[in-house]
């Protein structure tokens, strides 16, 4: 192990060792010394990222039962089981670092950890769900594949495998919306509401304007953050309005105008008062999603319990065989 | 900083993801027992055929080298260019060897 650093040469040393990896596009592993402000950070954002993963199963669970079809439950399960399988990538990349997992249910159950905004949000009608796979897993994809050259190689290697199955939710997704968009007037309205109201909460998720943003500077030269928020927001702007266009959607922006000379587009002004009230907690269904987590989490205690006495017994009756 | 008292032990999984490859570390999940290990390996590592063949090792169990000892763990074996064909020179009409 190592041992505790008390000379600072030797601190600073280790640092620029640190930082020349880093710049050299080699990755840190779990064993290598870092940074103790580049391991709370990913910790902080790895544990956050699954747990939007968990929390990100809520709103659709909503729908398994009402699902218009036995295809559309079938994939409705599928994707819901994929959210658990990354939010578990994430848990135990995390993990590599030094945090435990039930430090981050703790972290998560208590309210001290975050998770995406966006799933403090109702599913109000089917073509919610559309628009979640279509923006919200659209825009959860722009954000990911920058992280898929994060320096920290668990981190990245987690995001790859995420990125390969999230496609396939954002395509479900917008196959839901072209569907309701192609169908009756009532049916083409219900999918109007629903880009009207994921819009703008899909556009929160890329966080702060860069000139807002916190930690942008360090993380950036750590290299766990690749691209600027503004950047991926813009990228996943111009990558959908025109899949908006082709369901003859509007997408609910006055503002929103193809700039010629950028080759990209203009658009108004995200409501940032209503982005901090909900990171605050006091979005529409924060409470509902974070009880439903800790009733999950204590509804599963007697399983978790009875597995590990059962295991308890079986080692107890090979030893007693064997002896 | 960990308190890992009550949770399920942690292993490590090792996916083969077709013959005549290599198992692969691909992450590490908790289970109370081998046997779940197992299972919730192809729940959680294998949902889209990406394996044929799964190990699962407790974490407890994996002997690791540390990165700190690099140096003075791979060393001995830096200094013998011996081991490399390059070491040897072989007259070119001799041909390929």
């Given amino acids: ?15 620029e060792a640190f930082q020349a990896k880093v710049d050299a596009e080699l990755k840190i592993e779990p064993k290598d010394w870092m940074p103790e402000g580049y391991r709370r950070t990913l910790i902080r954002q790895m544990s956050q990222h699954a747990h939007s993963e968990v929390v990100g199963m809520l709103p659709e669970g909503n729908w398994l039962t009402r699902a218009p079809s036995l295809k559309r439950k079938g994939v409705l399960m599928a994707k819901i089981q994929d959210e658990g399988g990354h939010g578990l990538y994430l848990y135990s990349a995390a993990e590599t670092l030094g945090i435990s997992r039930d430090e981050m249910y703790e972290q998560l159950h208590t309210g001290k950890a975050k998770y995406s905004s966006i799933f403090n949000y109702p599913t109000l ?10 923006l919200v897993d659209g825009a959860a994809i722009t954000n990911q594949i920058a992280l898929c050259r994060c320096s920290y190689g668990p981190y990245a290697r987690a995001m790859v495998k995420v990125c390969k199955e999230e496609s396939f939710h954002q395509r479900q997704g917008y196959e839901i919306m072209m569907v309701m968009a192609e169908g009756t007037k009532e049916q083409k309205a219900m999918a109007q509401d629903a880009l009207n109201r994921w819009w703008w909460p899909a556009l929160m998720m890329f966080g702060p304007h860069d000139s807002e943003s916190t930690h942008s500077t360090q993380n950036m030269k750590w290299k766990i953050k690749r691209t600027s928020n503004d950047e991926l927001r813009q990228r996943f702007i111009d990558a959908t309005v025109p899949q908006a266009e082709y369901l003859d959607l509007t997408i609910p922006d006055d503002k929103l105008k193809w700039n010629e000379e950028k080759q990209s587009y203009d658009w108004g002004e995200i409501d940032w008062d209503e982005f901090a009230n909900v990171v605050a907690g006091n979005g529409l269904c924060n409470r509902e999603r974070l009880q439903t987590r800790r009733d999950a989490h204590d509804g599963g205690k007697w399983v978790r319990d009875a597995a590990l006495a059962y295991a308890e017994k079986r080692k107890k009756r ?6 | 900083m960990s308190n890992t008292a009550s949770e399920l032990p942690l292993y490590e999984v090792f996916i083969r993801s077709k013959n005549g490859l290599h198992h692969k570390h691909v992450g590490s999940l908790h289970a109370s027992d081998d046997e779940m290990a197992l299972t919730n390996a192809r729940d959680v590592y294998t949902r889209r055929s990406e394996g044929v063949s799964i190990w699962v090792v407790k974490t407890d169990n994996v002997v690791a080298s540390q990165p700190e000892d690099k140096a003075s763990f791979y060393d001995p074996n830096d200094d013998k260019m011996y081991r490399h064909p390059t070491f040897y020179n072989i007259p070119d009409e001799v041909g390929h060897m």
């Fill in chain 1, 318 to 323: 090979a030893a007693k065989q064997a002896a």
């Fill in chain 1, 125 to 134: 009608n089917w073509a919610d769900v559309g628009a979640i796979g279509w």
């Fill in chain 1, 1 to 15: 192990m190592v041992s505790p650093v008390t000379d600072d040469r030797e601190e600073i040393a280790l640092n």
